[in-house]
């Protein structure tokens, strides 16, 4: 009986593999990196669709008070149950529907805020700035601004004479027999070109007003305090059009 020949025994042509053989290899080939393709694809749009759903959902706002007990203000809250990690949503109690009152260090951090974002800018950010300003505001005084910008052409005026604002805010004190108004004092510095390439500089010392107005705690707005009247009042103050322009909020 003659033993079958092994594959290295048979000619050069024969020793090759069957033709659907190799087509059967390469197809299999091709179905497994197809189904990689789409395990990686699915598993792709599933983790695009988890980060655009955190991303969308509201940040959690957490207030801490002076005895240092935090009270979630905003957002979900995580809870551990027996089914799991859950988010519960935050509903305002109806005893306080717009949340705990704001204490008098988130009164002062929006005073602060409102004054930096309102005095100081330049030609190139002043917009930035002053949209920051306005979305501070309440809705008349917003509109009351608004409408005081146009009348005076105040944002031409700053890119046409290259005005620059800074201020150093150097005490800010609550007004005594009035809620939520501050007294702030601070050093204000003006430079402007003059149509001459004649740099001025203006120094000096205002007292400013601000009344907050408390519209409740929102994902915008978790001081929920907004500025509803704001006014300015210089008590000294000097021009310089020397040559020498130095800047007194500069010095230490």
């Given at each position: 009986?003659?033993?079958?020949?092994?594959?290295?025994?048979?000619?050069?042509?024969?020793?090759?593999?069957?033709?659907?053989?190799?087509?059967?290899?390469?197809?299999?080939?091709?179905?497994?990196?197809?189904a990689?393709?789409?395990?990686?694809?699915i598993l792709?749009?599933?983790?695009l669709?988890?980060?655009?759903?955190?991303?969308?959902?509201?940040?959690?706002?957490?207030?801490?008070?002076q005895?240092?007990?935090?009270?979630?203000?905003?957002?979900?809250?995580?809870?551990?149950?027996a089914?799991?990690?859950?988010?519960v949503?935050?509903?305002?109690?109806?005893?306080?529907?717009?949340?705990?009152?704001?204490?008098?260090?988130?009164?002062?951090a929006?005073?602060?805020?409102?004054?930096?974002?309102?005095?100081?800018?330049?030609p190139?950010?002043?917009e930035?700035?002053?949209?920051?300003?306005?979305?501070?505001?309440?809705?008349?005084f917003?509109?009351?601004?608004?409408?005081?910008?146009?009348?005076?052409?105040?944002?031409?005026?700053?890119?046409?004479?290259?005005?620059?604002?800074?201020?150093?805010?150097?005490s800010?004190?609550?007004?005594?027999?009035?809620?939520?108004?501050?007294?702030?004092?601070?050093a204000?510095?003006i430079?402007?070109?003059?149509?001459?390439?004649i740099?001025?500089?203006?120094?000096?010392?205002?007292?400013?007003?601000?009344?907050?107005?408390?519209?409740?705690?929102?994902?915008?707005h978790?001081?929920g305090?907004?500025?509803?009247?704001f006014?300015?009042?210089?008590?000294?103050g000097?021009?310089?059009?020397?040559?020498?322009?130095?800047?007194?909020?500069?010095?230490?």
């Amino acid at each position: 009986m003659t033993k079958p020949k092994q594959r290295v025994e048979l000619p050069e042509k024969a020793q090759l593999s069957k033709y659907y053989e190799m087509d059967g290899a390469l197809r299999a080939y091709a179905n497994r990196m197809a189904a990689l393709a789409m395990i990686c694809g699915i598993l792709a749009i599933g983790s695009l669709a988890l980060f655009a759903y955190v991303r969308l959902q509201p940040p959690v706002v957490v207030r801490v008070d002076q005895a240092g007990e935090a009270t979630v203000v905003g957002g979900d809250v995580v809870r551990v149950g027996a089914a799991g990690l859950f988010a519960v949503p935050l509903k305002a109690s109806a005893a306080a529907p717009d949340g705990p009152a704001p204490s008098d260090v988130e009164g002062r951090a929006v005073a602060r805020k409102f004054l930096t974002a309102y005095l100081t800018y330049t030609p190139a950010n002043v917009e930035r700035q002053y949209a920051e300003a306005l979305n501070m505001m309440t809705l008349n005084f917003r509109t009351f601004t608004m409408n005081k910008f146009r009348e005076d052409d105040t944002l031409g005026k700053i890119k046409a004479e290259s005005i620059t604002s800074s201020v150093r805010i150097r005490s800010i004190e609550p007004v005594p027999g009035m809620p939520w108004a501050y007294q702030v004092f601070g050093a204000k510095e003006i430079h402007r070109v003059s149509s001459q390439r004649i740099e001025q500089t203006e120094k000096m010392v205002c007292r400013y007003q601000v009344r907050l107005v408390f519209s409740g705690r929102t994902q915008v707005h978790p001081t929920g305090l907004l500025v509803g009247e704001f006014w300015e009042q210089q008590m000294v103050g000097e021009r310089d059009i020397g040559l020498e322009q130095s800047s007194v909020l500069l010095d230490r």
